[in-house]
Each structure stands twice: as structure tokens, then as C-alpha cells.
């Protein structure tokens, strides 16, 4: 059993790993023996691991090895005190009885800074390699015990803008099979595949979000259907393994509910007084989303041209200090977007005095290497014609709250207008309804949504926050939707914030809910193959 404090891309700041909130102190060492950190991990172990204790083996339950860090071996730190500090915590709560494990790559670099002396060593591999070397990595720190390949991966995770990930059930059945002939243990990583809900999704260096779907290419699918993959391995267990009698679940049924005609409420900007009630925070210069305590989603900064920019005037964030992506606006006039690492820089014009408005994004924090001191917002100076942009207003966004109290009645609804589309639009929000047809049995069912001429943005279901869309990049172009947050009672209530530019002006203001899902779309980088089974990316960043 995993828990809190071992993390990687499995776990993330702020989502079930470590709270954005540590970062409160800027130069906090995360998993290390900085003082403030262990404070914090004892506190939230001295709840969870007395809530273990009755459920492990020893004791008559299901828990037979608790891990008690991921993967330390590929960090920074290398801070053997911080693992001293791990173990005395876990055999306080814990008891001497159970097992204590630890997870690295198999190989003797990972493991020489992963691995601690009263910590059962173990390792994770992927499949179409050396079986045998890996193993022998393991013996290195464990000469006797149990062989284990803790997370051995089953597909791999995908990142916007990058062709889905897709391991051959072949490649994976082999090496399995190799596995099991050792008489060693494995965990499938993943079993299933799951879904980045809301905001909470991770991201790797150099800076790649990850999309809403985590189906993983995984044996049963992001919405538990069976596979060819899962066939493929559940021959190889049973050569192994009595498998349980009788029928296999069926893959369950999806509904095809077709499309939902949106309409337009209001911008960001006009929705201002509904998103962010307290008002905004003023500073000289920017403060991050940890400054204001604004951990997820969106933060909108305001400042004023300082000078006339009758012909275009370069606004530049010349540190890269755009975290993660802006929506930018003169006056409510788009001017582009800026994006972390993409787009340091772009051209406004407007009036001395007028308001310009950056809308910025979290798009979602790294959670792999030493990078996961992940601030968000302007966490640096932005300039115009060089010059640093000062006195700003600063507007924490609850963007969730808003929508929960039906954000659409508080504002004015304008008449659909046909015309000259811009490259750009101001980030805005659009609602509609979707009714389940009576009389049919079983209703409703899963589905999945699409967004035809949509660019990117979030949408949320009776106020369930579904995720975020990005068809404009891919490569996921549905997003999956559990029959739970529907209901066929009444009509189910859809909000859609769109960031840039929707289909309205010059198509049907519409999304389809269909019954098949696509995340294997490559529409901006068909020719790039990413690499599988590579987190160390960051090293190349040392």
C-alpha cells in the first residue's frame, strides 16, 4: 500500500501526494529532511497510519507491505536522514511486524539513493527489457527475499500536444511471462486506466501537462472496459495462477446522447464580481497562486497600459515566468495568449490607461525530479516595450463555486452574432442542458464528449468539473463522462468555459456526447514519437 508522501507521476502536489500549500514556504526542500517538510509529514501520518494499523496482515487485514517512499532514487536530494526520519515514523504508527518497502529503477544508480537499510528494496521496470538485469539490480541491495517489480508498467502516460501512448499487449505479455518464470511478484501499473478530473492533472520538465483521460493504454480502459491487452495477460497469469471461476464483467455499455446546443453568458471579465466575491488583491508586482492561497485553476491579473500603444507593443515575460499559460486582453479585446516555455511574448495595442487583463492558467504541476517547486501564476515580472508592469490588481478566481451557483443567471445573455471570426476571443463561458430520453432502460449510461470546433477550456456537468479539453492540440479529443454525475430526471445542467476561441460565430454552438472515445488523435505533432518509459527527463535540466 502506497500513501502520501511517496510521489511521482502517480501522485502530485496538490493531489493526493503533497499539498500546494508547502510551497507557502518558497524555499521548502520537499522530500527531504527540511524541518518544516517533516512537521508537516508527521502531522499527516500521525492521522493516517493509526487509520492502518487495524487493516494490516499481521492484524487480519488485506495490507501486506506499506511503501514509504516512490522512486527517491531518481530526486535530488539523496537525503538519507529524511529516510531515517520515514522509517522511525512508520514502525511508531506501524508496529515492527509488517513489511516496509521501498520502489527505485533497477539499476544501481537509482537504488543507491532510493534504498535504506530496514526498507525492503524493490524495483519497477517496463516491459521489452532485461528481466534478468533488472532482478539483479534488486539482489544488489536485497541478496535474499522476495523478487518484485512493484510498477511494472502496462502502458505509459500521455502529455498534450504528444502522440498517445500505446505499449503492444505482445511487448507486455512476454515480459510478464518472463516475470512470473522467476517466480517473482509484480503490480500492474496501471491495471486500469483512470481520469485527471477537474484540475488535477500532473506535468513533467521540460514543461508537458497531462491530459484530463490517464487511460494509460492500461488492460482495462480509462472506463473499466476490458481489452485485448487484458486478455493477453490474463492468459499469462493463468499459466501461472488458478483464475477465478466464472464470467468475466462485461465492458459496460456507453450512450451516445448526442448533440447539446450551448449559448453564450458572459466573458470572464463581466462574471468578475460572481468569480471572485472578496475582491481583488493589490500588489506592485505579481504575486503567485500560493501567495494568494489560490492552489488550482485560474487567477486574473490587472494592471493598466502605462502609455499610449497606438501601434503594436511587445508585452514580454522575459524570465519565462508565465506559469503556465495567459489569456491576454486590452480593454476586453483579445491580444494572444502567452505560454510557458511556447510564447515568452506578444504584440497589444490599446490606449494609456485601459485595462489589461492576464488570465492565467494552472495547468497543472510537476510532478517528477527536483522541479516539483512548481509555483504557478506570474512568478515573475512582465514588461512592456521593457519596461516592468506595476500596481496590480489581482483577482483570485472561483471559477467551481461560480458555476455550482448557476454562474449563468447572474449574467447578461447576449444574442447570438454571426461575423468575421477572430483568431482570438475573450475566455468566456457558454451553458446548456442535456436531457436523457425516457422509456429506455438502464439510462443513463457512460458517454463521452466531444467538442467540434471548440479550442480549450473546461467544462463541468450539474457542477461536476469534468476536465479540461484541448482538441486545438491533442491528442485527446473526447473526455469521458461516468454515468454517476448524469441524471435522467431532469435535465443535466453543462457549463463550458471556453479560453480562446469557440465555433459560435461561424458554426453550431454545440458539443455531441457520443459513445466511443478518441485520445489517439496527433493533430499538431504527427511526426513526433515521444520516448516511453522516460521520467528522468529533468536530468537533462541539472
Given amino acids: ?75 535530488f536530494a539523496c537525503d538519507y536522514d529524511y529516510l531515517r526520519s520515514l522509517l522511525k515514523l512508520f514502525r511508531q504508527y506501524l508496529g515492527d511486524e509488517v513489511v516496509l518497502f521501498t520502489t527505485d529503477g533497477a539499476s544501481r544508480f ?29 539482489r544488489g541491495s536485497e541478496p535474499t527475499g522476495p523478487l518484485v517489480n512493484s510498477e511494472f508498467y502496462t ?66 480502459s480509462e472506463a473499466g472496459d476490458l481489452t485485448e491487452k487484458y486478455f493477453a495477460l490474463r492468459e499469462v497469469i493463468g499459466m501461472y495462477k488458478q483464475l477465478p471461476e466464472g464470467l468475466i464483467p462485461p465492458t459496460t455499455p456507453k450512450f451516445a446522447y448526442g448533440k447539446v446546443r450551448l449559448q453564450k453568458v458572459g466573458t470572464v471579465v463581466e462574471a468578475l464580481d460572481r468569480l471572485s466575491p472578496a475582491g481583488p488583491v493589490k ?101 512592456l516595450d521593457q519596461d516592468i508592469l ?43 442542458r442535456l436531457s436523457i430520453p425516457g422509456g429506455i432502460p438502464d439510462l443513463p449510461q457512460d458517454t463521452y464528449v466531444k467538442f467540434p470546433g471548440w479550442t480549450k477550456g473546461q467544462i463541468w456537468i450539474n457542477g461536476f468539473n469534468l476536465g479540461r479539453y484541448w482538441p486545438a492540440r491533442g491528442p485527446q479529443l473526447t473526455l469521458y463522462v461516468p454515468r454517476n454525475i448524469l441524471v435522467s430526471s431532469v435535465p443535466n445542467n453543462i457549463t463550458v468555459l471556453e479560453l480562446e476561441r469557440s465555433p459560435c460565430s461561424t458554426q453550431a454552438c454545440e458539443i455531441e456526447f457520443v459513445d466511443k472515445p478518441n485520445i489517439n488523435a496527433t493533430t499538431q505533432y504527427e511526426n513526433y514519437a515521444p520516448q516511453l518509459f522516460v521520467r528522468d527527463i529533468w536530468l537533462n535540466h541539472l
Fill in 1 to 75: 500500500m502506497g500513501h502520501g508522501t511517496a510521489f511521482c507521476n502517480s501522485y502530485l502536489i496538490s493531489r493526493g501526494g503533497l499539498p500546494a500549500w508547502l510551497l507557502e514556504k518558497k524555499s521548502i526542500v520537499l522530500r527531504s529532511s527540511d524541518s518544516d517538510y517533516l512537521a508537516a509529514v508527521e502531522k499527516w501520518m500521525g492521522v493516517l497510519l493509526p487509520k492502518m494499523r487495524p487493516h494490516l496482515y499481521q492484524n487480519g487485514g488485506p495490507i501486506i507491505m506499506v511503501q514509504v517512499e516512490n522512486e527517491y532514487g531518481s530526486y
Fill in 110 to 138: 537509482h537504488l543507491k539513493c532510493g534504498a535504506l537499510q530496514g526498507l525492503y528494496a524493490t524495483v519497477d521496470f517496463a516491459p521489452g527489457g532485461n528481466v534478468t538485469a533488472a532482478f539483479l539490480a534488486q
Fill in 155 to 220: 502502458g505509459w502516460l500521455d502529455h498534450w500536444g504528444h502522440r498517445h501512448s500505446v505499449v503492444p499487449a505482445q511487448t507486455i505479455a512476454k515480459t510478464l511471462n518472463e516475470i512470473l518464470a522467476r517466480g517473482a511478484n509484480v503490480n500492474l501499473y496501471m491495471f486500469i486506466g483512470g481520469t485527471n478530473f477537474a484540475y488535477w492533472n500532473g506535468a513533467n520538465m521540460p514543461y508537458m501537462p497531462q491530459p484530463t483521460s490517464y487511460d494509460y493504454d492500461a488492460p482495462l
Fill in 283 to 383: 500588489s506592485t508586482y505579481p504575486l503567485t497562486f500560493v501567495q494568494l492561497k489560490q492552489y488550482f485553476g485560474f487567477v486574473l491579473y490587472r494592471t493598466t497600459l502605462p502609455k499610449n500603444c497606438t501601434e503594436p507593443t511587445q508585452l514580454s515575460s522575459p524570465l519565462n515566468g508565465v506559469h503556465d499559460r495567459a489569456y491576454v486582453s486590452v480593454d476586453g479585446v483579445p491580444q494572444g495568449v502567452l505560454e510557458r516555455d511556447k510564447s515568452l511574448m506578444i504584440n497589444v495595442t490599446g490606449k494609456a490607461g485601459t485595462n489589461l487583463d492576464i488570465l492565467v492558467e494552472n495547468m497543472g504541476r510537476v510532478n517528477f525530479g527536483r522541479y516539483n517547486n512548481d509555483f504557478k501564476g506570474l512568478v515573475s515580472n512582465l514588461t
Fill in 390 to 432: 506595476v500596481e496590480w490588481e489581482i483577482y483570485p478566481l472561483d471559477v467551481d463555486g461560480a458555476v455550482n451557483h448557476d454562474i449563468n443567471s447572474h449574467l447578461y445573455r447576449p444574442k447570438r452574432s454571426v461575423g468575421n471570426p477572430l483568431s482570438y476571443e475573450a475566455p468566456t463561458f457558454y451553458t446548456g
